[in-house]
């Protein structure tokens, strides 16, 4: 902003500063405040056309010193895509220019796609318009017409904030010229390093690069080597690639440090103040062997006829964690704990996760207690929530407590007098069980598998891991706990962050119902069903050869539960309100619950800022931690699966696109793509709605859920893929029979377009020198 002539003098009327609407906000925020953002948006709008910078500083009477502060406000805004100022220094308001905000979505092909911030439909990106981008970036974009398939198109008119400022790849180097191949394969052009600013990494090696020149449309990205991980197949790269591919904050602040160790080593007299104390109460932790953290117990008290007490008490991190503080910080900006095989990323310092905090036995520890009467029908008479001081009489296992109530072990005499308490909490858990079928919560049935590593940390075998009543009597009391937290909140009208789940959308539920109508089936409810429906359907197809498949395509009918501020209900539990109190120390939401039912204790109110942008980020933190941890299990399997090439297997069709079928292999749990090239001698069609590919001339039918026998033909760790053919006549695909797995290696690819078996990446001969575009890795 040019600061010449009268219009740099602050020359203009105050007085239209002080009829800003929010300039009281303004004053309380800032000691010098400027025109809010509303305002200065209401004013663009006035005028009806677009607006110099320094006309409207004039016109607000701005003086010399404000012009920097007021340019910097104008930059902020049009990074969130409110306004926009063009090449000229004009003023312009978006929808007025016909440009929206969005994310640009790279594809390993080179092209990409804008996801526009209204949702109003994706556009795509041609490979000359992602030159100038990277995956992530946020952009304004103008709709510029279709493409030869018909596809809206877009063109890039303003690049507002850069996404990759550290990328992790595969280092190389050849005929002078040095690059960095990103781990991320949206990430699609590779990265020039300069000369000298290598950091004396190796070919082939894992390194961070720090992105000094991002893309322009005539030059690739640049940047500086900062970081050498080490080889690719060194024990435990895949989760040090993982964590910075998905920019997981792994190492606290010196602050955050700090302050942990200077909290008290145990419960310190002061802080039994305004607590009850319930440590004559046998409280236990029943958890998974190998777990670190403790933070919850139980005990169940029989009321004979009239049902049973239950305390769920949940370690207190809110009194150890404060608002605005370092911990806490901390804590928002990774949502949650972050789990690995072999490797847990803590949302907060093990001085709390694994000590202060944590429910360890024969200690005292402090906690928030949800004290509940529940009828011998299994609904909860009453509740109340108070902070306490507790003493865990045991630390129990899944596994043990089993083997007590089940017959198959008797508890040693130390602890046999646990077993009539643990027998009362057994009781109330068949009582929630028939209050749960009542309620109509869904249950589908999965199989979760656990990976066995050798003594050099290397990958030895892919186990299922079952699932007893124990573990059913545990959840069961966290729901409780949850429910009841969330009634508290909302009876008293305190805003909180929701588990919410909705129902399936319109053009999901139309498919569903078509589907199973192939099979006789019918979905209750009709266009707004009930979770009840789908739990009386799916008890319907229990025991058919074709169950895994029905319920594959029941349960991708449904949304992802995700947090939000307003309370839509839970579908998948059939609840009407739900939150998450009963795991703070690895949740972020239940933190901020814990906090919002302390207020209401002390008749407070706790605003911890916008809500439903807080909500977002934590549904975004709990993506990004899934995403990672399933990157780090696809590539363990391809690893497990490179010395397996050739041998043959059978498994169930996990998924089916337009470029293939998934399986999933029975008994090692690991998925691969059979490419559609390699299903017979025919042309086959993808049928979405049947989830199906069939031939055109043989009429050869390839359904999710049918069982096929394959062989292991091709393992790609770079890509962490794994490739298939069939070993039996193509198209001899068998109804899966009951109790097939369906393996977890991952889903298949959401991506918009997938083209046919992508070559792994190599280093490639020529790469060019700055000025030119690296090409990528051809086999």
Not at 726 to 737: F, H, I, N, R, Y
Not at 751 to 756: F, G, Q, R
Request: with cysteine.
């Amino acid at each position: 902003m040019k600061k010449t002539g009268n219009k740099a003098r602050g020359g203009g009327s105050k007085a239209l500063r002080w009829q800003d609407p929010f300039l009281k906000r303004e004053q309380e925020k800032y000691g010098q405040p400027l025109p809010s953002r509303e305002y200065i948006l209401q004013l663009v709008q006035e005028a009806g056309e677009p607006v110099p910078m320094e006309d409207l500083a004039f016109k607000l009477g701005l003086e010399p010193e404000e012009y920097d502060p007021f340019r910097n406000r104008l930059g902020a805004m049009q990074r969130d895509a409110q306004l926009v100022i063009n090449r000229r220094g004009l003023i312009c308001l978006p929808d007025k220019i016909e440009l929206k905000a969005g994310r640009v979505e790279g594809h390993p092909d080179g092209y990409g796609f804008f996801v526009p911030d209204d949702r109003s439909g994706d556009m795509f990106l041609s490979e000359r318009e992602m030159h100038q981008v990277l995956h992530g970036d946020r952009v304004m974009v103008r709709e510029s017409g279709t493409d030869r398939r018909g596809r809206k198109e877009g063109k890039i008119v303003e690049i507002l904030q850069r996404a990759n400022i550290h990328v992790v790849g595969r280092f190389y180097r050849e005929h002078g010229h040095q690059w960095v191949i990103a781990e991320n394969p949206r990430i699609n052009q590779d990265i020039v390093v300069f000369a000298g600013e290598e950091l004396q990494a190796k070919q082939g090696q894992v390194v961070t690069v720090e992105v000094v020149e991002q893309p322009s449309k005539h030059t690739p990205p640049m940047g500086r080597i900062t970081e050498i991980l080490g080889n690719y197949a060194d024990p435990g790269m895949e989760i040090e690639i993982a964590l910075r591919k998905h920019e997981l904050p792994f190492e606290f602040s010196k602050a955050a440090l700090s302050l942990a160790r200077k909290l008290p080593q145990g419960v310190v007299q002061t802080d039994l103040h305004e607590r009850e104390d319930v440590r004559h109460l046998p409280l236990v932790t029943i958890d998974g062997e190998d777990a670190r953290d403790f933070d919850d117990a139980v005990y169940c008290e029989s009321l004979g006829r009239s049902g049973y007490k239950l305390y769920v008490a949940i370690a207190d991190v809110s009194h150890y964690v404060r608002p605005g503080d370092a911990l806490d910080r901390e804590a928002y900006e990774r949502g949650t704990s972050v789990y690995f095989p072999r490797r847990v990323i803590p949302m907060l310092p093990e001085e709390i996760s694994n000590g202060l905090c944590s429910i360890n036995p024969e200690v005292d520890r402090l906690c928030m207690m949800c004290e509940m009467e529940i009828s011998s029908a299994g609904d909860i008479e009453q509740y109340r929530f108070y902070p306490a001081v507790m003493h865990s009489k045991a630390r129990l296992t899944y596994n043990l407590v089993w083997s007590w109530l089940s017959g198959e072990a008797k508890p040693g005499k130390e602890q046999a007098w646990l077993l009539a308490h643990l027998q009362d909490l057994y009781k109330l858990f068949k009582t929630l069980l028939k209050a749960r079928w009542v309620r109509g919560a869904i249950d589908f049935e999965t199989v979760e598998t656990k990976m066995v590593f050798d003594d050099q940390g290397k990958i030895e075998n892919i186990v299922p891991t079952s699932r007893n009543d124990a573990h059913r009597v545990i959840e069961e009391c966290m729901l409780a706990a949850n429910v009841c937290a969330s009634d508290f909140l909302q009876a008293r009208k305190h805003p909180a962050l929701y588990r919410v789940h909705e129902g399936p959308t319109p053009e999901k539920l139309k498919a569903l119902h078509e589907f199973m109508g192939e099979f006789g089936f019918y979905l209750g409810g009709g266009d707004e069903p009930h979770a009840k429906d789908y739990a009386e359907l799916l008890n319907r197809i229990k025991g058919r050869p074709d169950e895994q498949l029905l319920q594959t395509v029941m349960l991708r009918s449904l949304k992802q539960a995700m947090y939000s501020p307003d309370n839509v209900g839970h579908f998948g539990l059939a609840y009407e309100s739900y939150t998450h109190f009963t795991s703070p120390i690895r949740r972020y939401p239940d933190l901020l619950v814990h906090r919002a039912i302390k207020a209401c204790l002390r008749q407070e109110h706790y605003q911890p800022g916008n809500w439903e942008a807080i909500g977002l980020h934590c549904s975004t933190t709990e993506r990004r931690a899934d995403e990672a941890s399933r990157d780090v299990v696809n590539w363990l399997k391809c690893y497990y699966m490179q010395d397996r090439i050739g041998e043959e297997y059978d498994g169930v069709i996990s998924g089916v696109t337009g470029f293939g079928i998934f399986v999933a292999l029975n008994d090692i749990f690991v998925e691969g793509l059979v490419h559609v090239s390699d299903l017979g001698q025919d042309y086959f069609h993808f049928d979405q709605a049947r989830h199906q590919m069939l031939g055109e001339r043989t009429s050869k039918r390839y359904r999710l859920g049918d069982t096929v026998r394959i062989r292991v033909v091709r393992v790609d760790l770079d890509s962490a893929k794994i490739d298939f053919t069939l070993a039996e006549e193509p198209g001899q695909a068998k109804a899966s029979q009951a109790g097939a797995r369906q393996a977890s290696a991952g889903k298949a690819p959401a991506a918009k377009e997938e083209k046919a078996k992508k070559p792994a990446k190599a280093p490639v001969s020529k790469k060019a020198a700055a000025g030119k575009k690296p090409g990528k890795a051809t086999k």
